[in-house]
């Protein structure tokens, strides 16, 4: 059965993410190799880099909190992700190469917990968590951000037989005090 699916990416890391899904769909179709795409949603954990623009929320409220600085969230702090622990990410990468070894063609994964949380819970927790400052709600935007970004967890359960185990209580937790990087 012949499916279009029109895909119309906001930004431009977006349309970046888009395009190499379909160089490697191209690939596997043109050489009979395999390919796991795995979209990975907000990951947070040890080890993240400090507040660069590439850093994501979790790094940049870690780093405002570690220099005394309350965490700033931006529009009302409504807006949903989903954030999916390092460790939990690793094991998705480890499920998807023990699932494809001998397969072919195309598929893509969500690499998400299903339990979406809105940013200002994300930055009320951590500032809890470190003992600093509560976050102070901006209302500033970013052009091109997406309002709500969720995922569902349940064809990377059951074809891979991933499932993030990182509580975002216990993951936010260790992170409030866990070193970042660089
Ligand atoms: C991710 C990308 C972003 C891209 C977007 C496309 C990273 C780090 N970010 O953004 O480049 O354009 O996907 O959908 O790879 N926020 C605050 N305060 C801050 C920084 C961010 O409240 O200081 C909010 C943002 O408004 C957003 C949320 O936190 O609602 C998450 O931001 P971010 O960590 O950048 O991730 P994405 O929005 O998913």
Known sequence: ?????????????????????????????????????????????????RDTPYSGVAAIFRSALEAGRAPRVFEDGGQRRDFVHVRD???????????????????????????????????????????????????EFRLGDVRHVVASPTRAETELGFRAAVGLTEGIAEFAHAPLRG
């Open 1 to 49: 059965v012949e499916r279009i699916v029109l895909v119309d990416p906001r930004s431009v890391y977006a349309a970046s993410k888009a395009a190499q899904e379909h160089l490697t769909a191209a690939w596997a179709r043109q050489t009979g190799g395999a390919v796991v795409a795995l979209r990975y949603h907000n990951v947070y954990g040890p080890g993240m880099p």
């Open 89 to 139: 990410v690793a094991a998705a990468n480890l499920a998807a190469l023990d699932a494809t070894g001998t397969g072919t063609g195309w598929r893509a994964y969500n690499v998400a917990s299903g339990r979406p949380v809105t940013i200002v819970e994300v930055a009320t927790e951590l500032a809890r968590a470190a003992d600093g400052p509560p976050p102070v709600v901006t209302g």
